[in-house]
């Protein structure tokens, strides 16, 4: 099984409710500041482009790469997050 | 008249379907072979560039914006379809797609497009195969230069395509379902590659309604807690303790008495006095008199 980080037990742990997009994991200051100037100010407005894309991982990634400039990792990072997160939650 | 004599047959594919756009001429099917493109482009478009050729330098620079044009090309025919196409389209291909709405319309016109070209280089390797025997060489080389350029343009970040395209190089059209297989697999190699998977993880206790599956022991007790716990395990019980101190108290305070008495009548005179109780001061008074009785006595 793989290593979560700490960001992401703390995301996965409990209802998102308000937190800022920041918050995911993978996503930190530089990738946090993009996603906002297009709009995604929270964490449960990605949510939402990720249900979008019906929970796909890989088209989730792929759209993250392009709206923020994410790496492969941060990106992987995050999808796996939010996938837990709905497992739990949705 | 011009020094250099363009020869669409020496083009790309995509440079020729974008030409045709370009100028407005009805794309054939998309898997057509590249001489019809050729046949149209020779049709409707060298007679136009009869009398335009101006300047040499537009060739050069077409050569080198090659890459970027064909992508240009798949985005102007994509970009025409409506969603309901979009979508009819990826269907075809077998995905389903959830709603095209802004944000994801280019996601999927971008999957779209890897999809068709994936498809249409298996399709074209398959046509080209047959050509060889009969065509010169010179056809196979562009056919195969154009796959790569397409290819490398078109792998970007996944280089699952390319080492899939090696295998079209080689496979024939009758194993497109293993390619697609292999190509799933490869892909999701790709989606993880620090070999993270997504997989579903169980359930938070509690949460959604799901009963608790992992029962957390109660708070931790403190050092001291379970110290003074021990301590008090092995101490007398309070009420015992009460108990006790009442009945030596009792027993001293008879001992008292017995010592002040010292003699048995008047222990008895107690004792009938404690057994009536409220009569406390006739006790002692009856202990007075027989007191001094024996003294007086005594001392007679």
Redesign the interface.
Same mark, same amino acid.
């Given at each position: 099984? *793989?290593t979560t980080s700490q960001k992401h037990r703390d995301f996965? !742990?409990e209802p998102m409710g308000d937190k800022s997009v920041t918050s995911l994991s993978g996503i930190g200051e530089i990738l946090g500041k993009k996603l906002e100037q297009q709009g995604f100010d929270k964490a449960y407005v990605v949510l939402g482009?990720f249900l @979008? @894309? =019906?929970k /796909?991982? #890989?088209?989730f *990634? #792929?759209?993250l =790469?392009?709206a923020s400039g994410a790496n *492969?990792?941060q990106a !992987?990072?995050c999808?796996?997050c939010l996938?837990?997160w709905c /497992?739990?939650? @949705? | 008249m011009s020094l250099f004599m363009e020869d669409p047959a020496h083009f790309s594919k995509s440079r020729l379907k974008l030409d045709l756009v370009a100028h407005n001429v009805v794309l054939p099917p998309t898997k057509s072979r590249k001489e019809i493109y050729v046949d149209l482009y020779l049709k409707h478009i060298a007679q136009k560039n009869a009398g335009d050729f101006s300047s040499d330098d537009e060739d050069q620079e077409q050569d080198l914006a090659d890459k970027e044009e064909e992508e240009d090309a798949e985005i102007l025919v994509q970009s025409c379809l409506t969603d309901d196409d979009l979508k009819a389209a990826l269907l075809k291909h077998g995905v389903k797609a959830g709603p095209i709405v802004a944000s994801t319309r280019a996601l999927y016109e971008n999957k779209l497009r890897r999809l068709e070209q994936s498809e249409g280089q298996g399709h074209v390797n398959g046509v080209e195969k047959g050509v060889l025997y009969s065509d010169s060489e010179e056809e196979e080389e562009q056919g195969e230069q154009e796959d790569g350029e397409s290819g490398s343009e078109g792998a970007k970040e996944e280089t699952a395509e390319q080492s899939n395209q090696a295998q079209q190089g080689s496979s024939q059209p009758s194993q497109e379902p293993v390619k697609d297989t292999i190509e799933e697999m490869f892909l999701n190699m790709e989606a993880s590659p620090t070999g993270i998977c997504a997989t579903r993880r169980r359930p938070i206790k509690g949460a959604a309604g799901r009963p608790v599956q992992y029962i957390y022991p109660d708070t931790p007790t403190s050092p001291t807690t379970l110290e003074r716990r021990e301590v008090e395990r092995r101490l007398v019980p309070i009420h015992i303790q009460i108990l006790v101190f009442f009945i030596l108290a009792c027993l001293l305070y008879i001992i008292y008495v017995c010592v002040e008495g010292n003699s048995f009548s008047p222990f008895v005179a107690l004792l009938d006095s404690l057994d009536q109780g409220s009569e406390s001061e006739e006790g002692l008074m009856l202990q007075a008199e027989t007191q001094d009785t024996p003294v007086i006595s005594g001392q007679e």
């Open positions: 099984m *793989s996965v !742990g482009q @979008l @894309l =019906k /796909d991982s #890989e088209m *990634s #792929e759209w =790469k392009d *492969s990792r !992987g990072s999808s796996q996938t837990e /497992d739990a939650f @949705l | -």
